[in-house]
């Protein structure tokens, strides 16, 4: 049978399936629309997202929010989570076996959004999910599949903060989910017009 939302949101809130959570505030599980049509991971929840219990509330999350009005999706209308849903100490990057101790709960999470698109937000989503010898500098912009569903990966929102000129090639890569989207039909309420 598969897991619902109360069941998930609870085996994320009891998870000890590794160390990070004895250092966290609490669990940031994720949150959007849970019928999405477009899922987006990234990596795990900064200081402000340990402090709120919510995905991408700080200021890489604020830049995520606009790129997204700026393909015309607000952000309420997606789903957002990360990799890791406790923050690990000093925001470093989740280790190769944090993922794996997490990968059960972003199961869980595909399986019930089952999301029509997946987009990737930097390398530690593009190895959790992708695979670790998947480089986002090499692969960003293209289609990639797991079980039928097409994944894109781009920059990290922080990765853009820190380098504004990425933000070039993140456009592209937006530009190219929403047309995924309109070509299979997805937010015909919002996806309107040319960019
Ligand atoms: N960076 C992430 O990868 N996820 C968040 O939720 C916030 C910052």
Known sequence: MRTSWV???????????????EGCTQKV??????????MLIGEGPGQQEDQQGLAFVGPAG??????????????ERVYICNIVKCRPPNNRTPLPAETEACQPHLLAQWAL????????????AVRGVLGENYRITRIRGQWYERGDVPILATYHP???????????????????????????????????GEL
């Open 158 to 192: 922080s990765a853009l903060l820190r380098d504004p000129e990425k933000k070039r090639d993140a456009w592209t890569d937006l530009k190219i989910v929403r047309q995924k989207l309109i070509d299979l039909g997805q937010y015909t309420d919002l996806l309107k």
């Open 62 to 75: 604020q830049l995520l929010t606009k790129m997204l009005a700026a393909i015309q999706l607000p952000r």
């Open 113 to 124: 959004v089952q999301p029509k698109v997946v987009l990737l937000l930097g390398s530690t």
């Open 7 to 21: 069941q998930l949101t609870q085996a994320i809130a009891d998870c000890t399936n590794c160390a990070l959570c």
């Open 29 to 38: 599980p994720g949150q959007g629309d849970p019928d999405a049509p477009l």
